[in-house]
């Protein structure tokens, strides 16, 4: 009786098929590992600190930019990354944050070395972040959008501008899913030292201090 039962609910309709950010959010630890709220230094918020981090490392490991700035607004919860690589190509910003299996990782001439999540780890940092906002600037033209739970909120125009080449990322992590999340300093700042440990030449500015 129960194996009908539950021959006769399993039909068309208990197929689900889920937008990329849904997945993301209804899955997280598929991505993240665990969530937290930021007393463990494995807890989700620093990871995806990493992951946007491990993008610009990657930049840097080929070739571009060795300075990466680190903002970190504590009452505000912001988090704000930027390199000076060579930015994302501007006709693709908004993809390569938010479309899985887009972004030049998957090609080994533009990255013949990578320590993020194959193109995965922005993608899941802006499915999991009230607030995202990408800008990539590249030979004197800029591009920026902002998202919301992975949902694209503004998506502007290519402008010119006079910013040295690279790209800008901020968010905030999302209360409904990491709760009353904190940021401890600690953890971060023996994160960044790993960071200039491992990668000879690199300089990281941490909220103005290197």
Request: glycine share 10%; charged share 30%; proline share 2%.
């Amino acid at each position: 009786m129960e194996e009908e039962i539950n021959r006769a609910n399993y039909n068309d309709e208990s197929i689900k098929s889920l937008k990329w950010n849904e997945h993301i959010r209804l899955r997280p630890g598929m991505y993240i590992g665990k969530l937290g709220d930021g007393a463990s230094p494995d807890d989700g918020i620093y990871i995806l600190i990493k992951e946007v981090i491990d993008n610009s490392i990657d930049e840097f490991s080929m070739g571009f930019g060795k300075n990466i700035d680190i903002d970190i607004d504590y009452e505000a919860k912001k988090i704000r990354v930027r390199d000076y690589g060579r930015g994302i190509p501007l006709g693709k910003v908004v993809d390569c944050v938010s479309k899985i299996n887009t972004g030049a990782k998957y090609d080994s001439l533009s990255f013949q070395k990578s320590v993020g999540m194959n193109g995965v780890g922005t993608k899941a940092v802006n499915a999991l972040s009230s607030y995202f906002y990408v800008q990539s600037i590249r030979d004197k033209k800029s591009k920026d959008a902002e998202f919301s739970k992975g949902e694209v909120v503004k998506d502007n125009k290519i402008e010119s501008s006079n910013l040295e080449d690279g790209t800008v990322i901020e968010f905030i992590p999302d209360g409904e899913l990491f709760g009353n999340y904190f940021f401890i300093d600690e953890y971060i700042e023996k994160m960044i030292w790993n960071y200039a440990y491992l990668n000879r030449g690199l300089i990281i500015t941490y909220n103005n201090k290197k």
